[in-house]
């Protein structure tokens, strides 16, 4: 027997062009008349009649809800009806007790689009699509990254720059979403595709560019930093509408983000630095350039290709992507930047210095001079704090050493102060006393302004071994390891023994002059200086 009407229509239609009788057939299928007529007269069977919907106890009550539908219509956001409400509304007010919570749902999801379709108030959910110039748009946009920093979780921000027409992406990741992570984003952007795209480039409203939207116009009032380095660049820019409705505007980034955090980010990446996970997302940018973007015929990379001549070129002079501050260095010769703390050298308590704030690093002048550079912290309240800038004042303290915990523990976290330090320094104050030991550990510490720090744990190691506890020895042995890494020949060393030794500085100092071939000095021209004796006068 067929296994559908369609079939079963098939099989009559076949055997009636064989010959068999209307009769026949509909022994042979166990069909009535009419079915055989139906068959004979269409190869496709008669849409099955649509049942007329049954009654429920809800029909009575469905001109009440639909009001309150049409109501909501101009009511306020916050203020209208939920399925809850009109539940109760008709239990309470219309004694609707025989109605389920269910029922008046399941009507309510169905009536109100259909309402608000017939008010001319329903929104088409439909995308139109877009063709875009070569060279001509690019979007931009932030996403939030979860990144393991150093062995603790934090969260970073992805910045990405895309060009509309080949899709080629350049990412890039910071410690915060401000002003300067912005410009510096699109700087590395824009050097790294070679060109500024010659039509608009879309933006929603990020408080880094954008100070007030006036309205639900496409018109803003933007930062003034944003507006001078748009105009160095020469970008045209495009706003998209407030809320959701204009993330849909710029869906190409709001995509590309995402599929980079499921494609690269997955699982949580593990890195020491920013500028280490900056270094692998370069790789991956290139990398991705061998992909396809769903049906395209070509790679991202050719069609970035023919894009890339198309670009307008960048501007000769750079432009300075960073804040500048001018705080004043308290007593504790720290400065405060952006509700956090940073050390600079003693020698400035008191003085107006001048701070450029990047996005992930803060360096410090006096003048024109550079006098310290700091990882820019993330959180707020937190404090950086560099051992070398209170050496100084260490050495005319030594006492406080010890108690300054903060910048000992982040001179150990960053590997500047080591385990060979702190042996040396337990040593040293065994044998010369806590003030004098402190003080030849702070001295060890002022030769790291002049000497490599790997030079200086190696010579620091020697003297530990050799018992040599003073700060002239540790500077020999840390000079003698600097010419051994640069092949600097030195005096020949004595046979080495189970012991090590120190040369001393005399020894030294004669060992590196040259060899002196000049005559032994003689007192011989200076007889003629002597009065002779005149013969007459006798010998005293």
């Known amino acids: 027997m067929p296994k559908s009407k369609v079939d079963l229509y098939v099989a009559i ?38 049942l007329a919907p049954r009654a429920t106890r809800l029909d009575p009550f469905k001109p009440l809800i639909d009001q309150m539908l049409r109501a909501d219509l101009d009511a306020p956001r916050k203020q209208r009806h939920t399925v809850k409400r009109i539940f109760d509304r008709l239990v309470d007010e219309h004694g609707a007790d025989e109605v389920s919570y269910q029922m008046v749902r399941g009507y309510v999801a169905e009536r109100r689009g259909e309402i608000r379709l017939q008010a001319g108030r329903g929104v088409v959910d439909a995308f139109i699509p877009q063709t875009h110039k070569p060279g001509a748009e690019a979007e931009v946009d932030f996403g939030d990254v979860t990144v393991r920093l150093a062995g603790e979780l934090v969260t970073c921000y992805l910045f990405a720059f895309r060009l509309s027409y080949s899709g080629k992406a350049v990412h890039r990741i910071f410690a915060s979403c401000g002003q300067e992570a912005f410009f510096e984003g699109h700087v590395h952007a824009l050097n790294t595709l070679g060109g500024v795209p010659t039509g608009r480039v879309r933006y929603d409203n990020l408080r880094a560019a954008v100070a007030r939207v006036l309205g639900f116009s496409r018109q803003r009032v933007e930062a003034e930093r944003w507006t001078a380095f748009r105009s160095h660049y020469g970008l045209d820019v495009l706003y998209c509408q407030p809320g959701i409705g204009g993330a849909h505007e710029k ?7 995402g599929w980079f955090r499921r494609n690269h980010l997955v699982p949580v990446p593990e890195v020491a630095t920013l500028a280490e996970l900056n270094a692998m997302i370069d790789r991956w940018d290139e990398e991705d350039e061998a992909r396809r973007i769903r049906s395209r015929p070509r790679t991202i990379g050719e069609y970035f290709a023919a894009e890339r001549s198309l670009l307008a070129p960048l501007p000769e002079e750079s432009f300075e992507t960073g804040r500048l501050f001018t705080p004043r260095v308290d007593r504790y010769s720290q400065i405060g930047v952006r509700n ?56 005319r303290k030594p006492g406080a050493l010890p108690g300054v915990n903060r910048p000992l523990d982040q001179a150990r976290s960053t590997g500047r102060f ?35 720090h790997e030079h200086l744990v190696a010579g620091l190691a020697a003297a530990l071994r050799s018992g040599a506890l003073t700060a002239d020895a540790v500077a020999l042995e840390a000079r003698k390891a600097a010419e051994a890494d640069t092949g600097t020949p030195a005096e020949p060393r004595p046979p080495a023994t189970g012991r090590a030794t120190v040369t001393s500085l005399t020894e030294r100092r004669l060992a590196q002059l040259p060899l002196d071939t000049r005559p032994l000095p003689s007192v011989a021209h200076y007889d003629q200086l002597l009065r002779h004796r005149r013969p007459d006068r006798p010998a005293p």
Do not use: C
Not at 22 to 38: C, D, E, I, W
Not at 251 to 256: D, H, I, L, R
Not at 419 to 447: S, Y
């Open 418 to 452: 080591t385990p060979v330090h702190d042996a040396w320094w337990a040593a040293v104050r065994k044998a010369h006393g806590e003030r004098e030991g402190t003080r030849a550990l702070i001295e060890v510490l002022l030769l790291g302004r002049h000497l490599p």
């Open 13 to 50: 239609r076949r055997d009636s062009r064989s010959g068999l009788s209307n009769r026949a057939l509909m022994r042979k299928y166990g069909v009535g008349f009419l079915t055989v007529k139906k068959a004979l007269e269409s190869a496709w069977p008669e849409p099955r009649k649509k």
């Open 340 to 395: 956090n703390r940073y050390s600079v050298p003693v020698r400035l308590i008191g003085r107006t210095v001048r701070v450029m704030l990047h996005a992930s690093e803060l360096v410090v002048y006096d003048g024109r001079e550079e006098i310290a550079r700091h990882e820019r912290l993330i959180a707020k309240g937190g404090t950086r704090l560099d051992l070398d800038h209170y050496l100084e004042a260490l050495v």
């Open 251 to 257: 869906g190409g980034v709001e995509g590309q983000i």
